[in-house]
């Protein structure tokens, strides 16, 4: 295998950016524990966002409510996305790296 050859398929349809912005995450399944995250952004893509976060709440395939990217509550230019997590890993710490999918606008 040659150095420029990769042993996974990228997955990925789009560049991520490194992005320090701050988002908005609830869940939006009634189920799930009621919780309001305010994470920064780690990257980000078109339909995408990776964080970190103290929260132990996230789970792979989890719909969230998420805003971003998030000022204050009432700032019209907020953007309000249904997503779904598609990946969490332990980070050090007792911290959580949570990758989104974002579905579409609510």
């Known amino acids: 295998m040659s150095k420029t050859q990769t042993t996974?398929?990228?997955?990925?349809?789009?560049?991520?950016a490194k992005l320090a912005k701050m988002l908005r995450v609830r869940p939006s399944?009634?189920?799930d524990k009621h919780f309001e995250d305010l994470p920064v952004s780690m990257n980000a893509s078109n339909h995408s966002v990776y964080f970190h976060t103290n929260r132990t709440d996230y789970y792979k395939g989890m719909r969230l409510f998420v805003t971003f990217?998030?000022?204050?509550?009432?700032?019209?230019m907020n953007e309000e996305y249904l997503a779904a997590v598609v990946r969490v890993?332990?980070?050090v710490g007792n911290r959580l790296g949570?990758?989104?999918h974002l579905l579409t606008t609510v």
Request: proline share 12%; aromatic share 8%.
């Open 29 to 31: 399944d009634p189920r």
């Open 98 to 100: 949570v990758a989104l």
């Open 8 to 16: 996974h398929a990228e997955r990925r349809l789009s560049r991520r």
């Open 89 to 91: 890993e332990k980070l």
């Open 69 to 76: 990217p998030y000022t204050f509550v009432n700032d019209p």
